[in-house]
């Protein structure tokens, strides 16, 4: 299945194929890039956060203009890191979900598995209990927000400081892929994202176990 890369420059879309028909949307959330000339790819403005001005392109999605991004990808993942370590102590592996513009603001989606959490949420009308902790960094701000509707609330949990990071993060891009499968389709038949399963789609795909859920009984924290 195809993906497509965060940054995009100005020739970037005519090199790297969608991973579905639609934006993909949580909450009122929108799909998200960080493009250097967005003006030139998008066919729309609007307003954003604070006044600035993004577009959105032909299939629905936010473009960010670079120009505005005050926190770069290495250093939203510091950020991301700094939160787990001061809400939970100890997490396992860091992933990187997606950019998303949500709850009016440009966000960095990240998860981590935290040992012993059983953490409700719900995205749009799906409610679910997780033991991944979910971590929304601003790319105009470097706020953490708090869990909530999308994984997100909009409430500032962790303001930023540029203090507590190292100066060469800042300005650094790490080369992430947004909204990543688990799912590997053959070349040429890659299945419709319409939220129902087809056999005759997936045939032949490659695929990855996931693990869904919690093996807490009890819930542990809210969202």
Known sequence: MKTRALFLPLIALFLVGPLGPKPVEACGGVTAFIADDAKALGVRPATGPGGITFYYDKDGNALLPTSVVKVESALAEAVAKRYLEKRHGRYGHLEFEGFSYDHGDFVYMYH??????????????????T??????????????????????????????????????????????????????????????????????????????????GTRQKQLTAYG
């Open 131 to 212: 033991d991944h902790a979910h971590v929304h960094v601003s790319a105009l701000t470097g706020d953490v927000y708090g869990p909530g509707c999308g994984i997100g609330s909009g409430i500032v949990e962790m303001p930023f400081d540029p203090r507590a990071y190292s100066k060469e993060l800042f300005g650094k891009r790490l080369p992430y892929v947004q909204f990543d499968s688990h799912f590997i389709a053959k070349e040429g038949s890659a299945p419709t994202i319409d939220g129902k399963i087809d056999p005759e789609e997936w045939r032949g795909a490659g695929h990855d176990v996931i693990g869904v």
């Open 112 to 129: 981590a598995e935290v040992e012993n959490l059983a953490y409700s949420v719900h995205i749009g009308p799906v409610s679910y209990a």
